[in-house]
């Protein structure tokens, strides 16, 4: 089956829109939010401007990268629901305007930010937009089932070229929240592909459920769980941050290793009977935006 | 290409002009504004 049966004729220029919607603009809340935090509980304050700017900068490196996710695959895309109303299914864009799009915005805001604030956040962005194109879109996606912790990895980059752009430099804090991210990723998107699961099956992504099936996701959520509350709650074990960060790290890790819980004893196959999956999966949400803020709350009662 | 098509296609090219000039010029401020910044740090 071609993908572009829909297609507009040839000479159709695609909708500025369309390209917006190739940026993936609602997941770039969450990397804005991380990069943000990242620069903000740097001990370098950086001129409004510079800041601004790396912030965009790590916005436009995510939206490129999601741009040349989505131009690599329009064929899985074309058969999940969720997904087949893309611009490339949906026949309303060309693969090469998608294509040039994101290398485009690649170079320019890895060249930005090396500009605006310094090379070490630009080579960092530059790392994270490869591994996320290369790595995980074309290599692993499509063939191991732990992809998601591979996609995990290219979006906890956020926060350390966020702490770089301020400092230069990459210390264990950025370092401690990047395997925070890292370690959450997984039973985030787990728990949502439990209640999802039909639509991954028909596009032959391995995801976990469909390959080890549920029993083994719930598991592998839980276990994934554990060393994430551990990366949680090390800044402040850690004397990095104060008792504001650690206090709030403790309670939102006890409650997310709760939910977790009741996900590994739900034995339900029916997304219907799937109420504890869908619940860790909106608090996974407010999980990382609450400990985040809290770290940023900390470092600024603190000063 | 229909007459209907044809006017789709400049309407496009249109709004597609518009939001590279918008984005063009906010481009320029920002590098403007960038370049004021860094030179209050080092200058």
């Known amino acids: ?303 | 290409m229909t007459p209907q098509e044809q006017d789709e296609v400049r309407r496009r090219q249109r709004s597609r002009s518009i939001v590279l000039a918008v984005l063009l010029l906010a481009f320029v401020v920002l590098v403007y504004a960038i370049s004021i910044a860094k030179m209050g740090l080092y200058g």
């Not at chain 1, 990069?35 to 800041?51: D, S």
């Not at chain 1, 790590?58 to 131009?71: C, D, E, Q, S, Y």
């Not at chain 1, 949680?232 to 850690?238: E, H, K, N, S, T």
């Open chain 1, 1 to 303: 089956m071609s993908i572009a049966t829909q297609s507009l004729p040839a000479a159709m220029p695609a909708d500025w829109r369309d390209f917006l919607a190739l940026t993936k603009p609602r997941v770039m809340t969450l990397v804005v939010f991380t990069g943000l935090c990242g620069l903000l509980v740097a001990p370098v304050h950086l001129p409004p401007v510079l800041a601004f700017a790396a912030i965009l900068c790590i916005a436009l490196g995510a939206g490129a990268a999601a741009a040349l996710n989505m131009w690599y695959e329009a064929d899985i895309d074309a058969k999940m629901k969720r997904t087949a109303g893309r611009p490339l299914p949906a026949g309303r864009m060309d693969r090469a305007s998608a294509l040039h799009f994101g290398v485009g915005l690649s170079f320019f805001s890895v060249l930005l930010m090396g500009v605006a604030t310094n090379w070490v956040a630009a080579g960092i962005l530059a790392v994270s937009i490869l591994f996320y194109v290369f790595v995980y879109t074309i290599w692993l996606k499509r063939r191991t089932p732990q992809n998601i912790v591979i996609g995990g990895a290219a979006g906890a980059f956020p926060p350390v070229i966020g702490w770089a752009a301020a400092t230069g430099d990459v210390t264990l804090l950025p370092i401690l929240l990047f395997a925070l991210i890292f370690l959450w990723t997984p039973p985030h998107f787990w728990a949502l592909s439990l209640f999802v699961r039909t639509d991954y099956a028909n596009a032959g992504v391995p995801m976990l459920p469909v390959v080890a099936g549920a029993k083994a996701t719930r598991l592998q959520i839980l276990l994934y769980t554990l060393p994430m509350a551990a990366a949680a709650v090390a800044p402040w074990a850690l004397h990095l941050t104060g008792a504001i960060y650690g206090i709030a790290a403790t309670g939102l890790s006890a409650v997310f290793l709760l939910l977790a819980l009741r996900v590994f004893a739900n034995p339900a196959t029916e997304p219907k009977e799937m109420g504890p999956e869908k619940k860790l999966f909106a608090f996974s949400i407010l999980y990382l935006f609450a400990i985040f803020g809290a770290l940023v709350a900390d470092r600024w009662l603190a000063a």
